[in-house]
Each structure stands twice: as structure tokens, then as C-alpha cells.
């Protein structure tokens, strides 16, 4: 009985040591545990507050003009292209341009022979299916808007803020 005695104190032992182990892991993980979410709680409440010593060079952005009064609109000259497909189809569209101050109206007139190629190139690659529906509409002034901005190298302040169909006629031969 004694080798027996001496062999269930050696399991105790050895389980004993097992449970010291893993509550050593159990205490260290809960630590860094605390300790991530006390950094985290740190980046968190000091975000977008310049630090103490810190040289940080911030770029203001330039806040955008808001032009007061009644807006302002540029008429394009008529355009008549033909549309893609095999059918004839003609489109002929007067449209407008609604600017955001005096500065955008005069660039927009100095690049109105670039935007006027522009324009009737995307006309002109479009089929009168495309254009008939309401919805076909609307993403054509999308993209006139999108057209426009490009040909006067707008890049990420535009010019145009939207554009407006004021004749919209399509001709099936």
C-alpha cells in the first residue's frame, strides 16, 4: 500500500504544478489583455489631438466658396450629333451649366471649346435606346457633369455642380 500511497501523491504533485501553470497563463493573459485595451482606450480618446512637443504639420483644407444668391447657370451652345446603332437616330440637346461662383464661370467660358468637343464626343457614342428613358437621362447629365469637370482639369475641386437638359429631342430616321 505504500507504493501506492507514494504514487497517488505523485499525481497530486504533478496535477498540482498543471493547475500553478495554467493559472500563471490565465493571470498573464488577462493582463495583456488589460493592457491592450488600455492602449487602445488611449489611441482612441487622444485621435486627432496634436501631441505635446510633437511637431505636426497639419494642411488646413480650403473651405469651399458658397456663392449666396441665386445660382448661377452657363448655357452651352445647341448640340445636334448623331447617335450610335445603325438606326440614324439624332440627338439635339440644349443644356446648362450650374457654376459655383463668377471665378468657375469665367473658366468655364475659356474652356468652352474643349468641353464642347468633349460633350459631343459622348453624345455621339450613345444609342437613342440609351438616352430615351427617364433614367438613361439621368446618368447622361452624370456623366456631361463628370465630362465637363475633366476637360477643365477641375481635378478634385469641380466647376460644374450639375448639369440641366433644357431641350432634349430625339429624331429616328
Known amino acids: 500500500m505504500s507504493d501506492e500511497k507514494k504514487a497517488d501523491k505523485a499525481e497530486k504533485k504533478a496535477g498540482g504544478g498543471g493547475n500553478k501553470l495554467m ?3 490565465i493571470v498573464l493573459l488577462i493582463l495583456l489583455l488589460v493592457a491592450v485595451g488600455g492602449l487602445a482606450a488611449y489611441m482612441f480618446t487622444s485621435m486627432g489631438k496634436p501631441q505635446a512637443g510633437a ?6 483644407e480650403k473651405p469651399k466658396k458658397k456663392h449666396e444668391g441665386p445660382p448661377i447657370f452657363e448655357k452651352l451652345d445647341t448640340f445636334v450629333v448623331n447617335l450610335a446603332g445603325n438606326d440614324g ?3 439635339q440637346v440644349d443644356m446648362q451649366a450650374e457654376l459655383g461662383d463668377e ?3 469665367k ?7 474643349k ?4 460633350v459631343i464626343l459622348l453624345l455621339s457614342s450613345k444609342t437613342a ?6 433614367d438613361g437621362k439621368v446618368k447622361l447629365k452624370a456623366q456631361v457633369k463628370q465630362i465637363i469637370n475633366e476637360a477643365m482639369d477641375a481635378g478634385e ?3 460644374v455642380d450639375s448639369v440641366l437638359f433644357t431641350s432634349f429631342i430625339i429624331q429616328k430616321q
Open 23 to 25: 493559472l500563471i497563463v
Open 55 to 60: 511637431q505636426t504639420e497639419q494642411v488646413k
Open 89 to 91: 437616330s439624332l440627338l
Open 103 to 105: 471665378e468657375a464661370k
Open 107 to 113: 473658366k468655364f467660358t475659356d474652356y468652352a471649346p
Open 115 to 118: 468641353i464642347r468637343s468633349a
Open 129 to 134: 435606346a440609351e438616352v430615351s428613358t427617364a
Open 157 to 159: 475641386d469641380p466647376v
